[in-house]
C-alpha cells in the first residue's frame, strides 16, 4: 500500500523560506537504495548532527521525568535523568545544552499535572501505520506523536516538542490532526509546538473537516507519486537524474549523500 508521513512531505515540498535548501535528489539517494546499500543507508541515518542529537535527548530526559516524577523534585533530578541518558559520554556543545534544558524542564515542568495518554521516548520503532480512505483510495500515514494530553473537556491537545531556532512547520502539526481524527474521531483535536529550550508555545492549530480533506487528498497525491517514482527507477535506473532532480548549492556539504553525489562537488 502507499504510505506517506510528515517527513516525505518534507522531502517533496520544503518548508516556507527553505526552498533554497531544498534537493529532491537527497530524497532519491533515501529511497532508491539497492539491498546491498541497505546497511550503509544505516550508518548514515546513526550520524546525527548536534541539534539531531540536542532534541532527541531533550525529549527523552522529559520522557524521564514523567516516568520517575519523584525526580522533579529531587535536588539532584537533572543528574539523575543525565545518567539514564549516558548524558556524559556526549560531547561537551551536546551535553551541556540538554543540561540546561533539563534544568529548565524541572523548574518549569510543561506537563506536570496534565492528563497524558501519550508521552514517547522519542527512539521507538516506526509507529503503526493509519490507513487513510481518500475518495475510494486509500493510504498508510505514519505519524510518531511526541505527546498526546486531554483537557478537563475531554480535547485531546497533541504536542510536539521542538529544540533550536528553527521554525515550526504548520504541515507537522496538519498531519498529526489528520491522523487524530482517526485515532479518536469522537474527540476535538487541536496541536501546538513547545520548544523546550525557548520554553515557547506556538499557536494553537486546528483544522475543519475540509482542511483535513485537503491535507488527505494532499498525502494521497504525495503517496501514490512517490510509488510511482520509486518503481519507475527499479525499472529503469537511467532515469535516476530526472525523476529526482539536483539543486547544487552551499547546502550540499551538509547533506549525508553529497560523497556518493555527481552534484556535489
Request: charged share 20%.
Amino acid at each position: 500500500m502507499d504510505f506517506a508521513s510528515y517527513q516525505l512531505w518534507s522531502q517533496f515540498e520544503p518548508a516556507l523560506g527553505w526552498e533554497d535548501t531544498h534537493c529532491q535528489m537527497q530524497r532519491g539517494w533515501r529511497w532508491t537504495q539497492k539491498k546491498s546499500s541497505i546497511s550503509e543507508i544505516q550508518g548514515l541515518s546513526a550520524q546525527e548532527t548536534i541539534w539531531q542529537k540536542v532534541g532527541k535527548l531533550a525529549q527523552q530526559g522529559v520522557y524521564e521525568f514523567h516516568q520517575n516524577p519523584l525526580w522533579l523534585k529531587h535536588p539532584r533530578g537533572c543528574e539523575l535523568v543525565a545518567d539514564s541518558l549516558y548524558l556524559y559520554y556526549e560531547i561537551a556543545v551536546v551535553r551541556d545544552r540538554v543540561m540546561k534544558i533539563l534544568h529548565q524542564y524541572q523548574a518549569s515542568p510543561y506537563l506536570l499535572n496534565r492528563d497524558i495518554l501519550i508521552l514517547n521516548r522519542g527512539d521507538e520503532q516506526i509507529p503503526t501505520p493509519i490507513e487513510i480512505q481518500v475518495e475510494g483510495d486509500s493510504f498508510q500515514l505514519f505519524a510518531a506523536f511526541d505527546c498526546i494530553i486531554q483537557s478537563p473537556d475531554c480535547q485531546i491537545q497533541i504536542i510536539d516538542f521542538k529544540t533550536g531556532i528553527a521554525d515550526f512547520d504548520r504541515r507537522q502539526a496538519d498531519v498529526y490532526l489528520l491522523a487524530c481524527s482517526y485515532l479518536y474521531p469522537d474527540r476535538k483535536a487541536i496541536a501546538s509546538f513547545y520548544n523546550l529550550e525557548t520554553m515557547t508555545s506556538s499557536e494553537v492549530i486546528t483544522a475543519t473537516e475540509d482542511r483535513l480533506n485537503e491535507i488527505a487528498h494532499k498525502l494521497a497525491q504525495i503517496a501514490k507519486l512517490h510509488q510511482q517514482q520509486l518503481q519507475t527507477y527499479q525499472l529503469d535506473a537511467d532515469s535516476f537524474d530526472s525523476l529526482f532532480p539536483a539543486h547544487p548549492g552551499s547546502h550540499c556539504r551538509y547533506c549525508p549523500f553529497n560523497y556518493r553525489c555527481a552534484y556535489a562537488g
